[in-house]
C-alpha cells in the first residue's frame, strides 16, 4: 500500500487552484494538476460540498475518493459578504480559477471574468460547460448524458438492430477534464511569459465530438451517417470481441493489411489471403461479418489462455476482454503499477489510478487523501490571513 507523502512536491509546486466546479469534469481537471504538485483548494458548499461526494457505494464516497486525493477542503460560504471577501482574496493569490455554472451563473455571483482579471490579471479561468460559454445552447444546462446523445457518440455506440447506448461512465466529462488540463497548461505558459491570464471556454459537447469528428468528413463523402457497427469497425476488419469455448472473450484487431494476413495464416486458413472478399482491407470491411464466422469458428473451439498463447506466439495482435476483477491481480496492472492502493482512513485503503502520464524527471505524487467537507478551512483561511 502506498502511503501519502507529507511534503509538497511536484512540478506545478506554487501554482495555487481554486476549483469550485462540481461534480466530473472539473474534478478530472484538478486532480490532475494536484497530482503533479499544484495546491489545489475545492471550494464547496457547506454540508453538502461538491456533488460528487453524493456519488456513494454503501456509503463511502467512492468517487470523491478516486478523483478528491491530493487536494484540500474549503467551505466557503460566498453568497455571504465576508465569504466573498475571503475569495476575492484567494483569486488575487491564484493562477487558476475552475467553475461548471450555467453560463452567466459566474456573473449572477459578481465574478464575471473580467472583474476576476481586474483582481488578478494573469489569472487562467477555466468555464466549463456542456455547449460553451457562447452559441444558442449556451444557456442551456449540459450534463454529460446529453452531450453524449447530441454529439453523435450514443448513435454510433451499440448494434444496429439495438437502440443507441450510451457509454456506463462518465466519458463526456472525462475527457473534457482531460482538455481542459492541457488547456490549463497552454495558459499557464502564455501567464508566465506574457503575464496575461485568458478565459479557456472548455465545451463538454466539443471535448466528445473531437474524438469521433472524423465521422464529419466520412458523412461529407458518403452521404450516409456511420451506422452501429457492434464490436465491429467500420473502416477496418477483422476487428471484434470473440467468445472462447469457457465463455471468456478474447479482442482482435488486424488493422494492417499484414497483420489481418498473419491472422489468416495463424487460423489455419491461407487461402483466405487470395479471397477477393478478404484480400484487401476495403473487401474485408464489406464481408466483415463472414470473416468473423470463420475466425470465431477457430476461437471459440478454444479456450481463452489457449487463443491467447496461440495468437501471441504468431504476432497477432490479441488481448484479453478483462473486468476490473480481473485486473486487480494481472500480472500487467501489478508490474506497471496501473492501479495503487492508497491509505484511507475509512476503508483502510482504496484502490485508483496511479499518475498519469508519467514523467521521468518531474513525476507527480500523492501527497494526501481526498479530503473531507471543509478539512482544511481553518488552515486555509489561516494561510489567507498571512498574505497582503
Known sequence: MKQFEANEHGPLQGVRVLDMSRLAAGNMLS???ADFGADVIKVERSGTGDDLRSWREQGEEIYWKVYGRNKRSLVLDFKSEDGMQKLCKLVRHS???????????LEKMGLAP??????????????ISGWGQTGPYSHKPGFGTLVEAMSGFAYLNGYADRPPCLPPLALADMVAGVYGAAGVLTALRVAEKEGRGQVVDLSLFESIFSVIASEAAKYKLTGVPTMRAGNQSTHTAPRNVYECSDGQFVAMSGSMQSMAMRILDTIG??????????????????????????IGEFI????????????????????PVCSVADLIDHPYVKGREVIVELEDESMGSVPMHNIVPRLSHS?????????????HTEEILAELDALP
Open 95 to 105: 493562477q487558476v480559477f475552475i467553475e461548471n455554472f450555467v453560463p452567466g451563473g
Open 31 to 33: 486532480v490532475f494538476l
Open 300 to 319: 471459440g473451439a478454444r479456450t481463452q489462455a489457449e487463443s491467447l498463447e496461440l495468437f501471441e506466439t504468431a504476432g497477432v495482435t490479441v488481448g
Open 269 to 294: 486458413r491461407p487461402e483466405l489471403k487470395i479471397d477477393p472478399r478478404f484480400s484487401s482491407n476495403d473487401a474485408r470491411v464489406a464481408h466483415r461479418d463472414e470473416l468473423d464466422a470463420v
Open 363 to 375: 513525476p507527480g505524487g500523492f501527497r494526501r487523501p481526498a479530503p473531507a467537507l471543509g478539512e
Open 114 to 127: 473580467d472583474h476576476l482579471l481586474q483582481l488578478n490579471p494573469a489569472l487562467v479561468i477555466v468555464r
